[in-house]
């Protein structure tokens, strides 16, 4: 079973794709190297960082389970 943040990931991803594919698309039908670069730019860093976040919170989830399971072997 997927969870609902698994499937609003694919979604994005896939939105992300097409919209990456469309601008090459363009730009090759344009022969205009830069059209839609910004655009491409914002979609590559906006993809970064949300894997930085879903790193991070991995690394936060691991830790409060570490020390829950620390506190109940104290408890």
Known sequence: MQS????GTR????????TLDYLVTERNRRCDPAFGS???????????????????????????????RALDLLA
């Open 4 to 7: 609902s943040q698994g499937t």
């Open 11 to 18: 979604k994005r991803l896939a939105d992300a794709k097409a």
């Open 38 to 68: 910004l655009l491409e730019h914002q979609i590559i860093w906006r993809e970064l960082l949300e894997l930085e976040l879903e790193e991070a919170e991995e690394r936060i989830t691991l830790m409060c389970n570490a020390a829950e």
